[in-house]
């Protein structure tokens, strides 16, 4: 059992070399998926946080704008 082990250990950490090229065409797609996860993640937070902030304070002076017009009116 141990020589069967052994023997499956040996052919699983036996390295060879790739014969392969990696040309530049791989390397800008590799950066250009890197971007474009980075960019998503940031766009989501942005969707997530920022945006309903945003309309938030944006109704704030929304509502203070309306009250100023109708005071203004009312004079």
């Known amino acids: 059992m141990t020589k069967y082990v ?3 250990l ?3 950490f036996y390295s ?3 014969q392969a090229y990696v040309g530049p065409g791989l390397g ?3 950066i250009g998926a890197i971007v474009g996860v980075v960019l998503a993640v940031l ?3 942005i969707g997530v946080f920022w945006y309903p902030l945003k309309r938030m304070f944006k109704k704030g002076d929304d509502a203070e704008t309306l009250e100023d ?3 203004s009116d009312n004079k």
């Open 16 to 18: 060879s070399s790739a």
């Open 43 to 45: 766009m989501a937070i």
């Open 69 to 71: 017009n109708n005071d």
């Open 6 to 8: 052994l023997v499956v």
């Open 28 to 30: 800008v797609g590799v």
């Open 10 to 12: 040996s052919i699983l």
